[in-house]
């Protein structure tokens, strides 16, 4: 009976099974194996070993775009988490305006990638641009921001966080309104000030949605390319060229299959390590 | 009313969504009273709470604490400490921290807050928990926490809002007692918040029965039992609702008022010169006023139609010939069943009267 039972519920998980079988852990592991190859699009391959790696790490461009996207990361889930907070934290309360400014907040996520670059484009472009003119009608010299090295991946950063606000915002909203009031009109008559109700009242209350916004957005912004592949082809002089653009790169331009293979077993781990970090982190506390 | 009011509203108005929820509320309690606010659900009883701790704002009038008004002084300086109907605990933060916020934040000397929380935790019998979240402790030890909280405050007004009504009714009469303990011990003037009239009954030195937003009576438990100002008062209170029947008033021989109900007379203790003029007069008699007997034997003949039976006692619901319905109390397991015949005699001495406006009239107290 139990084990009839047992029979039953892998039947139930079977077509989950399967398509994650099928589609995630078979070519993770097809990868691994290219990657220890020299391959390229058109067949034949030769086992070298860890010779990709190591060639990887002499490579100054992958070098270079193993650090970008590092500090593009860096940069961009700091600022985006703590925007998101804030917005969340103004936004939530009744009426029509602050709805009315949730949905504004949340419509840039629905963009794809084509349209908010070329919305950008028109911004952010040094010929004609939306910031050109304005810094033309102040009497400034315009700034470069797609082609300067020192402000293009800024500038990615800031494009992101506008594009991706809208999700980490709601998560931050629904975790917000799991807060029952009355905890805050405790708070009121305890003499709480703002700053000691929200360290002691809203922030422990919103650890577990922060921890997973933090998790789930570094993971997402490691793969950044849609942004530097359409606007500036990782440009100028691979400054905006971020880890994905140059497995791209190096896949489908030099056909160099296996060689990008390893280089996505790197992010790979490193997008794996960093997940996890939330997750020990809550481990050890033991809180939240 | 005790002397020198320890809280007094003044003429308190409270607007709600351009609906004028109070008007002209005035009312005092006494230093060291159990003041308990009942009614019904939406009577505005809560509201009355939350103007005195400071959550909602006075649209008119006067709060005053010790003479002193309050009404424009922030929740956290008003004295004020609050038991909230979800206890409203602090979630991340242990007992003995939930106890200690409040008083940190009212910059009390470490060694102090310490002290008082060993003697709430000790009177509340919590200690076992102070480490604990509050999320791992059970209903009944929240709500001791959540009274340890208000207490270690010091207030001059202590305020509960339906402090029991989230526990199962074993615990809620186990607390109810220790409650009545408590603050007979602390002598804390509390106002608290009930549509319970049980929790009313047995706690309050005094009531203030509220409906519609507007107060009904204020009195001691007894007063409000004995001497109910208005019908509302009379069928609100009691373990079944006060028995109101319409009929005709006449004066009796010895100037007291006689009620005819269908051609049967009752005769009142209620001096009959004293009572004002009225389209209509109804007649209150409690279930407990009225005595079931055999079918000729009583004033009155009437028909069993259902019985409820508590164990100690039954409440038979009995028809009139008319087809209206009364309540009468047996002591014991009832052994009537439905469609019996029986007879009614009335406990008239104990009768009250209400006139078409609903205000009560009572027999002087002897």
Known sequence: MTERRGWTHLLFVLPFLAVYLWLLVYPLLTGVSLSLHRANLFGGATFIGLENYTRLFRDATFRQALGNTVLFVALCVPVLVTVALALALALNRAGRFAAALRSIVFASSVLSVTVMTIVWRQVLTVDGGLLSHVAQGVGARPLAFLSDPHLVLPSLVLITVWWSLGLPMILFLSALQQIPRSVYEAAALDRATPWSVFRHVTLPALTPALLLVIAYECALQFQLFGQPQLLTQGGPNGASRPMVLYIYETGFNHWDVGYAAAASQILFALILVVALVPQLARRLWGRA | ?366
């Open chain 2, 1 to 366: 009313m005790p002397s020198a009011p320890a809280l007094e509203f003044r003429n308190v108005a409270k607007v709600f969504d351009g609906l004028r929820l109070f008007d002209d509320l005035s009312f005092g309690i006494g230093k060291g009273e159990f003041f308990v606010i009942l009614g019904p659900s939406g009577c505005g009883k809560t509201t009355l709470l939350r103007l005195i701790a400071g959550l909602e704002s006075v649209d008119g009038g006067d709060i005053l604490l010790h003479g002193a008004p309050i009404h424009n002084v922030a929740p956290g300086d008003r004295g004020v400490a609050m038991v909230f109907q979800d206890y409203a605990l602090y979630p991340h933060m242990s007992v003995a921290d939930n106890l200690a916020f409040g008083l940190r934040n009212a910059r009390v000397p470490a060694d102090e807050i310490s002290r008082r929380i060993n003697d709430a935790a000790r009177a509340l019998a919590i200690e076992p928990f102070l480490d604990r979240k509050p999320g791992k402790l059970s209903g009944g030890q929240q709500q001791r926490v959540a009274l340890a909280r208000a207490l270690v405050r010091r207030p001059d007004l202590l305020l509960m809002d339906e402090p029991l009504s989230s526990l199962d009714p074993a615990l809620r009469l186990r607390t109810r007692r220790e409650l009545a303990h408590i603050s007979k011990t602390l002598a804390a003037t509390t106002v608290m918040v009930t549509h319970d009239q049980v929790e009313a009954m047995t706690l309050a030195s005094r009531i203030m029965v509220m409906h519609e937003h507007r107060i009904q009576q204020i009195g001691t438990p007894l007063e409000i039992f004995m001497r109910p100002a208005n019908v509302f008062v009379a069928q609100f209170v009691g373990a079944t609702p006060m028995n109101v029947l319409a009929g005709n008033l006449r004066q009796t021989a010895r100037g007291k008022a006689g009620f005819d109900l269908d051609g049967t007379l009752i005769a009142t203790a209620i001096k009959h010169p004293g009572l004002p003029e009225s389209p209509s007069w109804r007649l209150g008699l409690r279930a407990e006023d009225i005595t079931l007997t055999a079918p000729d034997a009583g004033q009155i003949r009437a028909t069993v139609g259902f019985v409820e039976r508590l164990g100690e006692q039954s409440w038979v619901h009995v028809v009139l010939g008319d087809g209206r319905e009364v309540v009468a109390t047996q002591t014991g397991v009832s052994q009537y069943s439905d469609g019996d015949a029986v007879g009614l005699s009335f406990d008239g001495a104990r009768a009250h009267l209400f006139d078409a406006d609903g205000m009560a009239y009572h027999a002087d107290v002897s």
